[in-house]
């Protein structure tokens, strides 16, 4: 029951934010909504007894590319742009792609609803106490079944910190 | 009617989720004043430090300052830019001042007190949710609408992005000899192998220490938020309650930083050799006691030299004070009944005792050293820091290894880590002190130029 | 060239960009004349190019009083008292300059009483400048805590002063021919207390600032100014000094009773913001070595010679200068054998200092100015008079 609730509240704030940020004129404010879906998102792996999952994805959504995403935005002065209404031209091809996408979803929901014994159902979190310690049991399986995938990513993040240092650099 | 009520509270007080409730709202009442009254010791500090005396006037030795000074923020009159982003202008300091209070929910400052559950992840959820605070000082920044204030705030976000990685690179230090990110068992690791594991990892310490300088804004890395520069900090256009909330997340922070550097590294609430037993053990226990009482006697003895009869009174009711508290502290010692008592509250009072002498030493240095220049601040965390910590992360590994593998002594392994480190560290302080003086050349031979 | 000013800030700061021809940014920070940094009402406006200083421009005036032209209508005796609000940090050596020079025109000299006196206090005040200059330079870097043991030790200076002649900052000691106040009975004493625990409390400020790395690296290499230009701009005093130029008007030029004391000229060597400091640090001991001598040698006898109650010099005109704490203080007196000058021309260091500014802040980063406008040491009551 009370997983129901939380997992509901935080399900609301996460949709909610992510159409008041699609939907706001200002860039930072759009910004500021998916910082509260993405902390909404975390609220939710957190209901779900997943803690590493979401301190991590704090840090390195929210405080990593939240934090970037908000100093682009503050750098370049996006305002003068995002302030002129631009979205006469698009709105007819936008409405079609929208009714399409509705439709694909809502069939989807209505199948799913169709299953037997499945449909719709919050999962409840399991017991605290059958769980191995949350970090540990990431840690097994990113240094075990997944190491390839992880050392790959690691490869690929530092070439892209490299490049980045590289562009970057000039007389200060 | 009353038996719905009580069968409601009955109910209430068995769910797990009360206590933690309480004390988050116990946390979010007491913490300003806690702040206030930190805000206090280091204005007396300072004071102490400069041969001044400090705030004298309000109430006996400026006591009631902090009051004095939350009624005068309050009642400032709220002045909001003319082309600010109201909604984000509101939101800033509040977002700063949430993170910093939420950082503090799973500190345990006993084995008892944890606020919310011991959280898996613990030490991770205090620095993920401390970097939150950086939205705080971004958005104030761009909310004042001026540009300046706005490359303060980066300028400072910049700096705390940059010694996030040296300090979680210090933690991690500390976390591979703990072998788990929950705060309990961390303190548990360090009753265990009996030693703190300040001595273990020396240079982790000490990297984290300057590293939560930097995070919290504090001299000598305060450039961002420095009253004598040309570029206004983040701060500027808030005033009153606002600019009260910003300066409370500073505080709030400092304490967030001071008690994970001593649940990690100096031993959380164990008291000092906490795994001698015995006659030694019993007399270590006596020291809380011990101090407090010798601090009733300063107070008692001082109490007739106060000029003013308030003064007086105060004095005599710290006294008992102090005296009160270190009789609850002495009982579970010599009184077998009250030895439930004894972990709760001796482990309270080492806890505050390090947390309060770490913040104590983020003073000192405040008040010694002068301010770094940006590019300085920005050179010695990338330069310096966050290599010196790498290399630490890896050597403590390495000596792990050797420990358990190789079955080598541990604190002779992590010597050897702590000499490679120190080395690394040597060659890097020499590299920069030639590129320093090579600029210095440069700087002086072209007096000619321009 | 068209500018576009885009936003305003508070009182401190306020820039506007603006396009030059081709088409880079250029940014004018302005200064402005409130500001916690400039040491007094002055207004600095930076050309900034990024982060570094392109060019400057200081504007003065925000003080400005008029003082030479109240020269032209006071006697001389009356015109003693302005002289202390110009270097009003200094406000001895302010007099000792002014009553020389009118007694240089008027051909009389003070007894020798009165310049071992004149001598003795005003190294007592070079030295309380230099602390004050001291405790506003490490509080704009940073150092919080110089402020208040630097004030500490001019509070006893300033106790001596008041002691002798009733005020602590403008204090009219000086009169023209010599005293008007001898020597209290406790000047000696006093003065020996002060200097003895000074020489301790030096060492202190010594190892807060000298040896720290935070200290060097904010100071070392900043503002430097070479020999050769500090020459052509005119800059005296510890400024000149710092760029390796031994030049020193006490030992130069000899005034009051200077020829009869032993001291050293520090001399620096690359004339940046650190050899500034060390030179004025060293000065402050030789200050007080000149002291001790001083109150040794005080010799007995009158201390106000023969001038009159009615000061008319002859017709005539006269530079003379002396090595005040911020540098050369000149006074240019013309008179026309009437009891008020015909023109008074004073030659403030301050204000010659401070055009070395532009020079020595091209090419620092924004957080440098604030350094270099310290190291100046300028009093904005001396530049704008």
Same mark, same amino acid.
């Given at each position: ?172 | ?80 830019? +003319? ?64 540009? !300046? ?13 940059? !010694? ?69 900090? !983040? ?196 590299? +920069?002190?030639?590129? +320093? ?14 | ?84 609000? =110009? ?193 004025? =640090? ?104």
């Amino acid at each position: 029951m009370l997983d129901k609730v939380i997992f509901y509240f935080f399900a609301a704030i996460a949709v909610g934010s992510a159409l008041l940020m699609i939907t706001r004129k200002s860039a930072v404010h759009s910004a500021i909504f998916l910082t509260t879906t993405l902390l909404a998102t975390a609220g939710i792996f957190l209901q779900l007894r997943a803690e590493f999952l979401f301190i991590v994805q704090i840090i390195l959504y929210v405080g990593g590319i939240m934090v970037l995403f908000i100093f682009v935005i503050m750098l370049v002065n996006l305002d003068v742009a995002a302030q002129q209404i631009q979205y006469s031209r698009q709105k007819w091809v936008a409405l079609a792609l929208s009714l399409a996408l509705a439709g694909w979803v809502g069939t989807m929901i209505w199948q799913a609803g169709q299953l037997p014994g499945q449909g719709l159902l919050v999962r409840g979190a399991a017991a605290a106490e059958t769980l191995p310690p949350n970090a540990e049991a990431v840690a097994q399986s990113l240094f075990g079944p997944y190491m390839l995938s992880f050392e790959i990513a690691s490869l690929l993040l530092l070439v892209a910190m490299i490049g980045a240092v590289v562009m970057a650099k000039k007389k200060v | 009617m009353m038996n719905h009520l009580y069968e409601l509270l009955k109910i209430v007080l068995a769910s797990p989720y009360t206590l933690p409730v309480i004390y988050g709202i116990v946390i979010v009442a007491v913490l300003p004043l806690v702040a206030g009254y930190v805000v206090l010791v280091e204005r007396k500090v300072m004071a102490d430090m400069q041969a001044r005396l400090g705030p004298m006037r309000v109430g006996p030795h400026g006591l009631l300052q902090p009051i004095a000074d939350a009624v005068k923020l309050l009642l400032k009159e709220d002045i909001i830019p +003319e082309k600010a982003d109201v909604w984000i202008f509101w939101l800033a300091p509040i977002v700063s001042m949430t993170a910093g209070m939420l950082a503090l929910a799973p500190v345990g400052i006993g084995p008892a007190f944890q606020i919310a559950k011991d959280i898996d992840v613990g030490i991770l959820f205090i620095a993920g949710i401390s970097s939150l605070g950086i939205f705080g000082i971004v958005l104030g920044g761009w909310a004042s609408n001026s540009h !300046y204030s706005l490359m303060g705030a980066l300028r400072s976000a910049a700096q705390l992005v940059s !010694y996030e990685t040296a300090a979680g690179m210090a933690l991690v230090s500390g976390l591979l000899l703990g072998g788990s990110l929950q705060i309990r068992t961390l303190v548990e690791e360090q009753a265990k192998q009996g030693v703190w594991f300040v001595a273990l990892a020396p240079i982790a310490f000490f990297i984290y220490l300057v590293a939560s300088i930097a995070e919290t804004n504090r001299a000598p890395f305060d450039l961002p938020e420095a009253e004598s520069e040309l570029v206004a900090g !983040y701060m500027t256009e808030y005033s009153g309650f606002r600019w009260s909330l910003y300066f409370l997340a500073e505080y709030a922070n400092m304490m967030v930083v001071g008690s994970v550097a001593t649940t990690i590294f100096l031993g959380g609430w164990l008291r000092p050799f906490s795994s001698v037993g015995g006659a030694a053990g019993r007399a270590i226990d006596t020291v809380p006691g011990a101090l407090l009482l010798g601090v009733a006697a300063y107070c008692l003895y001082r109490a007739p030299k106060q000029p003013v009869t308030v003064q007086k009174l105060v004095m005599v009711a710290v006294a008992g004070l102090c005296a009160a508290v270190a009789a609850a502290l002495l009982a579970p010692v010599f009184v077998a009944q009250a030895l439930w008592m004894k972990p709760a509250i001796h482990g309270a009072f080492w806890f505050l005792l390090k947390v309060g002498g770490y913040i104590y030493l983020f003073m000192w240095l405040r008040f010694t050293l002068p301010r770094y220049r940006f590019d300085q601040l920005m050179r010695l965390g990338w330069y310096f820091l966050i290599p010196v910590s790498i290399v630490n992360v890896m050597g403590i590994g390495i000596a792990l290894v050797l420990h358990w593998e190789r079955g080598m002594h541990l604190a002779l392994a992590l010597g050897l880590t702590t000499l490679m480190t120190l080395v690394v560290a040597g060659f890097l302080v020499r590299a +920069e002190l030639k590129r +320093e003086e090579q600029l210095r050349q440069a700087a002086t031979g072209d007096a000619y130029a321009g | 060239m068209a500018e576009t000013t885009q936003n305003g800030a508070g009182p401190a700061g306020g820039g506007s960009v603006q396009q030059t021809l081709l088409g880079a940014d250029e940014l004018i920070l302005n200064m402005g004349p409130q500001h916690p940094s400039t040491h007094g009402v002055l207004r600095v406006k930076l050309k900034l190019d990024g982060e570094r200083v392109a060019g400057s421009e200081c504007v003065i005036g925000y003080l400005h009083r008029g003082v030479e032209k109240i020269a032209e209508h006071r006697t001389y005796q009356q015109f003693a008292p302005y002289v202390d609000r =110009m270097d009003y940090v200094a406000a001895v050596s302010n007099g000792l300059g002014y009553c020389e020079t009118v007694e240089k025109l008027m051909g009389v000299e003070a007894p020798p009483r009165a310049k071992v006196i004149r001598t003795l206090l005003t190294e007592l005040q070079r030295i309380a400048s230099h602390l004050l200059w001291l405790a506003t330079h490490a509080l704009d870097i940073g150092a919080l805590t110089p402020l208040f043991y630097c004030f500490r030790e001019r509070e006893e200076i300033l106790k001596i002063l008041e002691k002798y002649c009733g005020a602590r900052l403008t204090t009219h000691a000086f009169r023209i021919g010599g005293l008007q106040y001898d020597a209290y009975d406790t000047l000696e004493k006093d003065v020996e207390r002060f200097c003895a625990d000074f020489l301790k409390r030096i060492e202190e400020y010594e190892d807060l600032l000298t040896g720290n790395r935070i200290w060097l690296g904010r100071t070392r290499g900043v503002g430097v100014l070479s020999a050769e230009d500090a020459i052509a701009m005119g800059v005296t005093g510890p400024v000149l000094r710092a760029s390796g130029v031994q030049w020193d008007i006490r030992k130069a030029m000899p005034y009051a009773a200077y020829d009869q004391f032993e001291f050293d000229i520090p001399v620096g060597k690359n004339g940046d913001t650190f050899d500034r400091y060390v030179v004025r =640090m060293e000065e402050m001991r030789q200050s007080v070595r000149i002291c001790r001598q001083a109150i040794e040698k005080i010799p007995a006898g009158p201390i106000l010679a023969k001038v009159g109650k009615v000061l008319k010099p002859p017709v005539g005109e006269v530079y003379h200068a002396i090595e005040a704490p911020k540098g050369e203080l000149g006074y240019y007196i013309v008179s026309d054998g009437t009891v008020q000058p015909y023109r008074v021309r004073i030659r403030p260091p301050s204000f010659i200092n401070l055009q070395a500014f532009d020079k020595m802040a091209r090419g620092h980063l924004v957080a440098d100015v604030v350094a270099i406008i310290g190291t100046l040491d300028i009093v904005l009551g001396e530049v704008d008079r």
